[in-house]
């Protein structure tokens, strides 16, 4: 894993320009995503020789089956193994073992096991942020979640996705798009959220809604596929 003043390092996904995030000038700076700050982006685009680690945080097609990215996937499993296990220990100690793995824990955020990822340090998770019980982020590209924001038990935030045409699917090759959740959000209970999705600061999901499109903030989405009411 790539680390920069001891701790990982968000890659800069496709599309974070138009949504208001800008690339780091030099490793080491700080950008801002809602309240919280998160370790500013390392790399560019500009190198021929990218590690499929490299492709795969960068939102580009890349080989899952890589054995840099085989031994991060062992690495969390191993850490989700110990941190599921700790669903009747003091939340300090809760607390503590997030830190160990996620790439930003704000304080007093909350993850009550059973809990499942991919890598964790793909995700940034904001001060007082909650999620209930049997929740996955498959968090192969950067998974904000902003401060105070709330997650109902078996919630899942899936950045993964496939190429469209079959025959490039065929190859086995994948990518990710980020997903952005702001401040203040209600996610009720078995919610989907989709590859590529921002959620607005204050929004409400339904319990079940499968969203695939961005929900402005403020605003109200239940459904298959989720629908903003009003």
Same mark, same amino acid.
């Given at each position: ?86 669903? %009747? +220990? ?6 503590? /073992? @997030? ?6 824990? #704000? $304080? &007093? =955020? *909350? !993850? ?69 959740? %702001? +401040? ?6 078995? /919610? @989907? ?6 959620? #607005? $600061? &204050? =929004? *409400? !999901? ?25």
């Amino acid at each position: 894993m790539v680390r920069l003043l001891g701790r990982p390092v968000f890659w800069a996904p496709k599309g974070t320009r138009r949504r208001g995030l800008s690339r780091a000038s030099a490793a080491g700076r700080s950008e801002r995503f809602g309240c919280r700050t998160i370790i500013g982006w390392a790399f560019g685009k500009g190198s021929a020789m990218q590690t499929q680690k490299q492709k795969m945080l960068a939102g580009d097609l890349y080989d899952a089956a890589d054995a840099e990215l085989q031994q991060d996937l062992a690495a969390c499993q191993s850490w989700l193994a110990r941190y599921n296990g700790l669903l %009747g +220990a003091a939340p300090d100690l809760r607390a503590k /073992a @997030l830190r160990e793995r996620l790439g930003m824990v #704000g $304080d &007093g =955020a *909350v !993850i009550r096991p059973p809990f499942h990822c991919d890598y964790g340090f793909n995700i940034a998770l904001g001060a007082g942020a909650f999620m209930n019980f049997n929740c996955v982020i498959l968090d192969v590209v950067a998974v904000r979640i902003g401060d105070r924001t709330q997650i109902g038990p078996g919630v899942q935030i899936l950045t993964a996705d496939h190429p469209r045409d079959a025959p490039t699917r065929a190859t086995g090759l994948e990518f990710g798009r980020p997903i952005t959740i %702001g +401040a203040d959000v209600w996610i009720g209970g078995g /919610a @989907l959220i989709l590859p590529g999705v921002t959620i #607005g $600061d &204050g =929004a *409400v !999901i339904g319990a079940g809604a499968v969203v695939t499109r961005d929900v402005p903030a403020a605003a109200r989405a239940v459904g298959n596929p989720a629908r903003v009411l009003g």
